[in-house]
């Protein structure tokens, strides 16, 4: 072997750029999910409150909606909460909810600042970035309890049942949401009664299930008791949420 190759053998090669990339990919998740982890061991929770079993949490989301119902919403001190969540926050539930405007889950549930981890859409289903908004709640905030939260007279699961049956497409992007909507609009059209009740609840039905089941992250709390998943409809008429028998 001449020198100059026994030289080069000897020398350690610089990482690519490929594995320099992966390499920070590989630390940017761990901090993320693992560091956060680290820091919550370590560090007080924002609200201590909030660091409630799934009963529990689903327990307090319901007697606050109880209060709303009733006109007796608390005060919230927005001053102090506000100091107390500028290091973090640490919501009790999580809420999928529909974007209509006369559904306001922080109402409803008479909830202060950063107990509520809010995903909305209209149709409240569950896409990719919903699921993955659902898995930061759950896995670095600790959230013990989903709540998919549909409502009466929905326009979204109305315009779809419209659109299937008339087979026209809506205009704009606003068929993204008959699709993902469509499947519980077809499973109710199996069903007697009023095709808008049943599909609105099938749809809530259909989320909870899968939320549950969305691998690796929620279905792994799930099974080991740190997570609860569940589906409800909110009344328009009265402001109150009836809470769907879990399956």
């Known amino acids: 072997m001449c020198d100059k190759c026994s030289e080069n053998l000897h020398q350690p090669r610089a990482p690519s750029r490929r594995s320099m990339m992966l390499l920070a990919a590989s630390a940017l998740g761990a901090a993320a999910f693992g560091g956060a982890a680290v820091a919550k ?6 609200k201590p409150q909030n660091v409630l079993s799934p009963d529990a949490a689903l327990k307090r ?5 109880s209060r709303y119902v009733s006109g007796v919403s608390r005060r919230h001190d927005f001053t102090h909460e506000r100091e107390a969540l500028v290091g973090g926050q640490n919501p009790y539930a999580a809420v999928l909810s529909c974007a ?9 549930f008479d909830s202060g600042r950063g107990d509520l981890f809010v995903c909305r859409v209209a149709g409240n289903f569950a896409g990719d970035e919903t699921i993955a908004s659902m898995e ?17 007279n929905c326009g979204a699961v109305d315009a779809t049942i419209k659109s299937l049956k008339d087979d026209k497409p809506l205009p704009g992007h606003i068929p993204s949401l008959v699709s993902a909507i469509a499947p519980a609009v077809k499973t109710a059209a199996q069903q007697s ?12 039905i259909d989320n909870v299930a899968k939320l549950k089941s969305a691998a690796p992250i929620l279905n792994a709390a799930v099974e080991q008791g740190k997570l609860k998943v569940v589906g409800g409809i909110y009344r328009l008429s009265t402001g109150a949420v009836e809470l769907l028998a879990q399956g």
């Open 100 to 108: 209509d405007s006369r559904i306001a889950p922080e109402y409803a």
């Open 41 to 46: 061991e370590t560090k007080p929770p924002p």
């Open 193 to 204: 009664g009023n095709a808008l009740d049943n599909a609105i609840r099938q749809n809530v």
């Open 61 to 65: 989301l319901m007697e606050g909606n």
């Open 136 to 152: 930061y709640t759950v896995a670095v905030l600790g959230t013990p309890l989903i709540l998919v939260l549909g409502h009466d």
